[in-house]
């Protein structure tokens, strides 16, 4: 579904990304994981096209979409929320929910109905400024936007970050609804490893810019934990 090969990207002059390398398959979810600042968040940003890649291919659905800009990306069907979410805080819920869609000119069709299942809390909160919910509130609302402009690539970056453990178990119920639905495959980047474990088919371990282990989720073992993961 996804094909990220060889990718590499550069910072202010630093390398970044030096040969990042996985798959993500069709209608499953992948977790990306590593310890801080090894490049996570930067092999998003390349993904998405936010970060410039200097080599390497991105294949989507069997598309090349290196050279693309982020809102072409976006119209392929990559939706993304980036860690701090980047919900809009002086519009209401229900605005934040329609701009994603409005951007791609995509009729929602009743997907609405759809987040408020996933995500019950946001329809009481429609009329509220985005800025007065709670960290966990925004992190649902900037889900349930990203699944408004009905992607084929779902990007979530930490969403369990600075989250309450209520609301982490809730969006764990709803990646796995999302991915029984068998519509989308879900790129994870996570830190919080029982999550990893409970959602994930498969995963990749960066390690200094680099993929430095990837397998099936049940590879993801106590010895490869304390190799690549333990602080």
Excluded at 12 to 28: H, W
Excluded at 100 to 122: E, H, M, S, T, Y
Aim: charged share 25%; net charge neutral; glycine share 10%.
């Amino acid at each position: 579904m996804l094909h990220v090969t060889n990718i590499e990207a550069s910072i202010g002059g630093s390398r970044i990304l030096r040969g990042v390398d996985f798959v993500v398959p069709s209608k499953k979810v992948f977790c990306l994981m590593g310890r801080n600042g090894v490049g996570k968040t930067s092999t998003l940003k390349s993904i998405v096209g936010l970060l410039k890649t200097g080599a390497g291919e991105i294949i989507l659905d069997g598309e090349n979409i290196t050279k693309l800009s982020p809102e072409a990306r976006a119209r392929k069907g990559i939706g993304y929320v980036p860690q701090g979410r980047d919900i809009f805080p002086f519009l209401t819920v229900e605005e934040n929910l329609h701009i994603g869609a409005i951007a791609q000119k995509k009729k929602l069709n009743g997907n609405l109905d759809r987040v408020f299942q996933l995500f019950p809390i946001i329809k009481e909160f429609l009329p509220r400024k985005g800025g007065m919910l709670s960290g966990g509130q925004q992190q649902q609302l900037a889900i349930g936007r990203a699944l408004l402009t009905d992607p084929k690539l779902l990007i979530l970056d930490e969403p369990t970050e600075g989250i309450q453990p209520n609301i982490i178990d809730q969006i764990g119920e709803a990646i796995k609804l999302l991915r029984s639905e068998g519509k989308m495959s879900i790129l994870l980047v996570e830190q919080y490893l029982d999550f990893c474990k409970e959602l994930a088919d498969d995963f990749a371990i960066l390690n200094r810019g680099a993929v430095v282990c990837s397998g099936p989720v049940e590879a993801l073992t106590d010895e490869v934990v304390k190799e690549h993961l333990t602080v």
